[in-house]
């Protein structure tokens, strides 16, 4: 889609594949950030780049850091044999 601000909940649902009703349903859900603009919802394009995989959020990325740091841990020695093979 173009660079806009916001996205309607009918241009998210295109987007993902699913209905504008499914999105609005993840949006009272708390899976989807949005916001109401009168009597419409509006999701920020920031929070759409989130939903397509385009970017991690902060907590996201600590989660991946601490599941790396703990398997590199664990499984440091094997992962080493494996990358001289």
Known sequence: MNNKQFYSLADVGRL???SRI??????KKGEIEA???????VVPAKAL???LGRTLKDKDKREIDAA???VVGEFGDVLE???KE
């Open 22 to 27: 499914a999105v609005y349903q993840k949006v």
């Open 81 to 83: 044999k494996l990358g």
């Open 35 to 41: 916001m109401r603009v009168g009597r419409s919802w």
């Open 68 to 70: 790396v740091k703990r």
């Open 16 to 18: 993902l594949g699913i």
């Open 49 to 51: 780049d989130y939903v």
